[in-house]
């Protein structure tokens, strides 16, 4: 059985830091490309950051310069580090993993989900 566990999610004031931990187990997990998405009241669901199998990362514009994204393969455990944090960054972040070779089961990509941590930055 996959799980994806989400945590380190919390109440920080702006400018504050957080550090998101998101343990998987029931997967190889170091042939899968692991990202961090975040959604925020009444917004959809949006990519955050991506971290391939081999290490390679990709951040959405707003988050450049602020967020990093990492990868312990022996822990089984993707992080994202927020600093400079802005309330505009409050929302649920999710983990979400997909083998780097993608394969399908009726027709649907197979990726996994956590549950999500609540992260809110106030002003």
């Known amino acids: 059985q996959v799980q994806l566990v989400e945590s380190g999610g919390g109440l920080v004031q702006a400018g504050g830091s957080l550090r998101l931990s998101c343990v998987a187990s029931?997967?190889?997990?170091?042939?899968?490309?692991m990202g961090w998405y975040r959604q925020a009241p009444g917004k959809q669901r949006e990519l955050v950051a991506f971290i391939s199998s081999g290490g390679t990362t990709n951040y959405v514009d707003p988050v450049k310069g602020r967020f990093t994204i990492s990868r312990d393969n022996a822990k089984n455990t993707v992080y994202l580090q927020m600093n400079s944090l802005k309330p505009e960054d409050t929302a649920v972040y999710y983990c979400k993993s997909a083998p780097t070779i993608p394969y399908y089961v009726n027709s649907r990509r197979v990726e996994y989900w956590g549950k999500g941590t609540l992260v809110t930055v106030s002003s």
């Open positions: 029931g997967i190889i997990f170091g042939i899968n490309d």
